[in-house]
């Protein structure tokens, strides 16, 4: 089975932090993606990587990088934290030559305060 | 930007009723999926039908797909308590790149009442 994990559940920090956030996928997948998820909003695409060391923009990366040194390891950077980046934060990760199918890890819910 | 739109937005049935989900989209796509996901939980893949199928069965579930109308539909037969969730639409479109990215729609939420 797939697994992706995620470091945190919850997570509150302060307005004006640096927050980092992990995702770790044990399939050897080149596919990692960062979302965010709001009421009413569905998922929105913020950052992805095809490889190692390479990433490209979604819909919403504006407040967000990203960093990706290692295959299994997609991390989410807030590089300083605003009480609007407070959302359920989903990572992904997809095989290459797949039909896109994602598997997702549990959810981070950050509340910035 | 988003691009399947679940209709409806929240459903209500009784246990053993059929639950019925409708998407529509709008560029053109490679496959659509279906995702759920269990309240605060990550998604779970559910099913995925590809632009040239029409119909497609896994268990209780049933997608149907028309890319004339740029939409699709999602039917769990004899819903249980345990199927209260909400679900997902997610297109892979034909223009994304290597990394096949996906675009979901806002959710459809389901309850099944025992």
């Known amino acids: 089975d797939v697994k992706v994990t995620q470091s945190s559940r919850y997570l509150v920090k302060r307005t004006g932090e640096k927050v980092f956030l992990e995702c770790v996928q044990d399939?050897?997948?080149?596919?990692m993606f960062w979302y965010r998820q709001d009421p009413g909003l569905g998922l929105r695409l913020i950052y992805f990587s095809y490889d190692v060391k390479m990433k490209e923009k979604g819909d919403i990366p504006e407040g967000y990088s990203v960093s990706r040194e290692k295959k299994e390891r997609f991390s989410l950077i807030l590089e300083s934290a605003s009480t609007n980046q407070t959302s359920m934060y989903l990572c992904?990760?997809?095989?290459?030559?797949?039909?896109?199918?994602?598997?997702f890890g549990p959810g981070t819910r950050l509340t910035v305060t | 930007s988003q691009q399947g739109e679940e209709d409806p937005q929240a459903l209500s049935i009784q246990e053993g009723e059929n639950a019925t989900m409708n998407c529509s989209y709008k560029?053109?796509?490679?496959?659509l999926q279906w995702y759920r996901q269990n309240s605060g939980r990550g998604l779970v893949h559910l099913i995925l039908?590809?632009?040239?199928?029409r119909e497609k069965h896994s268990g209780r579930l049933r997608v149907t797909l028309d890319t004339s109308k740029k939409s699709s539909s999602l039917l769990i037969t004899a819903s249980r308590a345990a199927d209260t969730a909400s679900y997902f639409c997610?297109?892979?479109?034909?223009?994304?790149?290597?990394?096949?990215?996906?675009?979901f729609g806002s959710g459809t939420q389901l309850t099944v009442l025992p």
């Open positions: 560029t053109s796509i490679n496959n």
């Open positions: 399939m050897d997948h080149e596919n």
């Open positions: 997610a297109t892979g479109d034909i223009s994304s790149g290597s990394a096949r990215q996906l675009t």
């Open positions: 039908i590809r632009s040239n199928e």
């Open positions: 992904a990760s997809s095989a290459p030559g797949s039909s896109y199918e994602q598997y």
